[in-house]
C-alpha cells in the first residue's frame, strides 16, 4: 500500500498524470500514474516505501493545478457485503501504513468519483456516512478533538460494494468534500463567470490577505469584462474597476459608482496615467500565449502589482500548454529583475 489518489474535474486525468510525474519528480519520489479517462481521478503507486505518505505531507493541493484533493489510499476492497461493509472498512483503515495514527484523525468523509455515472453512488455514501462515523468513534479511531496536524479519512466507492480507504492531511488537502468548493451564485452578480474569480480569490488567500489586498484603497483593471462578473468580485470587495471591453456592462454595476467602462482592446489598453493599478484580472477568450505574455507586459512594466487570469486551454496538451504559460511569464519577471510568486 503505497500509493496516493488525486481528483481531478473529469476527462482531466492526461493532465492530472503528467502534473503529479512531474511534482512527485522534484520531490525525489518515483513512481508512476495510473489514469483511465473520464473517471475523475487518477492513481500514482511510488516505488519506495512510505513515498505516498510524504507526498501527501509535501504536496499542497491547492499549489496543484489539476487536483482537487490528494490523498493516500489502500488497496481496493471489493466484494463488501452488503450486510456489513463496516467492518472490512474499519480493518482496511487500521492497515494504514507505519507513520499513520488514527488517534489523530478527526472527521472521515465518504466520496464518489464527480462523474455522471457515479452521481447515484453519491446517496448511498451519504446514507453510510453516519452508521461510518460512529462506527469509527465506537473503535476510538476518531477523535472529537485532535491536534492541528490532524487527518481526514477518506473512503472513496467506485461502487457500493468497492471502495479505496485512505486519508489526506488537513494542513495540505482540499477543505471540500470531494474537493469541490461549492459557491452560490450571487443573484446580483451579472454572468455566472464571477463564480471563477470567486474561486481563485478564495482558493489563493486567506481571509486576512483578502481584506488587505482587496479594499477601497486598491484599483484594479479588467480586460475583457463583460458583462461585469469578474468587475462584480471586485467592486463588491471596493476595488474600483476600469473595465476594458468593446461589450455592454451590466447597469447595476455602474450604479455602484465604483467603476468606469473602457469600450477599448484590452491588448492594446494601458493603466490611466497617475493611477497606481494594484490588480489586473482578464478573462478574454484568446490564445493562451497570447494571455500570458500580456500579463507578463503589464508585470514587467510594473503597470499592475498583482494579476489573476484565466487561460482558455486547448482540447489537447493541456497541461504542456500552461506549463509553457507559466513558464514563460517566469521567464520574462526573471529577466527583468522582479521577485514574484506564482
Ligand atoms: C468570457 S467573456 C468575459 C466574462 C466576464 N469575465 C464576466 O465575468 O462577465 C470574454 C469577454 O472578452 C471580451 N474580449 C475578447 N477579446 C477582447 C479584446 N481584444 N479586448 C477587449 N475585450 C475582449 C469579449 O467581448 C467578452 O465580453
Not at 467603476?259 to 484580472?281: A, M, S, T, Y
Request: with cysteine.
Amino acid at each position: 500500500m503505497n500509493k496516493i489518489m488525486l481528483y481531478c474535474r473529469q476527462g482531466f486525468e492526461k493532465e492530472m498524470a503528467a502534473e503529479i510525474m512531474e511534482k512527485a519528480a522534484t520531490l525525489g519520489v518515483a513512481g508512476f500514474a495510473r489514469a483511465v479517462e473520464n473517471t475523475a481521478y487518477v492513481i500514482f503507486e511510488c516505488y519506495q516505501p512510505n513515498d505516498a505518505d510524504l507526498l501527501a505531507q509535501k504536496l499542497p493541493v491547492k499549489e496543484l493545478i489539476f487536483a482537487r484533493q490528494l490523498l493516500v489510499i489502500s488497496d481496493l476492497l471489493e466484494d463488501l457485503s452488503p450486510e456489513d461493509r463496516i467492518t472490512p472498512i474499519i480493518e482496511a483503515f487500521k492497515q494504514l501504513p507505519a507513520p499513520f495514527d488514527l488517534t489523530k484523525t478527526d472527521d472521515v468523509w465518504v466520496e464518489s468519483a464527480d462523474t455522471n455515472e457515479a452521481k447515484s453512488l453519491l446517496t448511498f455514501c451519504r446514507k453510510f456516512t453516519v452508521p461510518l462515523r460512529q462506527a469509527l468513534r465506537r473503535s476510538g479511531a476518531l477523535q472529537a478533538k485532535v491536534a492541528k496536524h490532524a487527518r481526514t479519512l477518506h473512503v472513496f466507492f467506485l461502487r457500493n460494494n468497492a471502495c479505496y480507504v485512505g486519508y489526506s492531511y488537513n494542513q495540505q488537502h482540499s477543505p471540500y468534500f470531494m474537493g469541490i468548493q461549492r459557491l452560490r451564485f450571487p443573484e446580483m452578480a451579472p454572468s455566472r463567470s464571477t463564480l471563477k474569480l470567486e474561486e481563485a480569490i478564495l482558493t489563493f488567500f486567506t481571509p486576512e490577505e483578502e481584506k488587505t489586498r482587496f479594499n477601497e484603497n486598491q484599483i484594479g483593471v479588467d480586460l475583457g469584462a463583460c458583462p461585469g462578473g469578474w468587475t462584480y468580485q471586485l467592486v463588491k470587495r471596493g476595488v474600483f474597476v476600469y473595465a476594458v471591453d468593446h461589450g455592454k456592462m451590466a447597469t447595476s454595476l455602474f450604479d455602484t459608482g465604483r467603476i468606469e467602462h473602457c469600450p477599448e482592446d484590452g491588448f492594446k489598453f494601458q493603466p490611466p496615467k497617475r493611477k497606481r493599478v494594484n490588480w489586473l484580472v482578464c478573462d478574454m477568450v484568446e490564445k493562451p500565449s497570447r494571455i500570458a505574455d500580456l500579463m507578463a507586459k503589464w508585470l514587467v512594466n510594473g503597470w499592475t502589482q498583482e494579476a489573476i487570469f484565466n487561460l482558455k486551454l486547448p482540447m489537447k496538451k493541456r497541461y504542456q500548454e500552461v506549463q509553457q504559460c507559466l513558464d514563460s511569464i517566469a521567464r520574462q519577471l526573471q529577466d527583468a529583475g522582479f521577485s514574484f510568486q506564482i
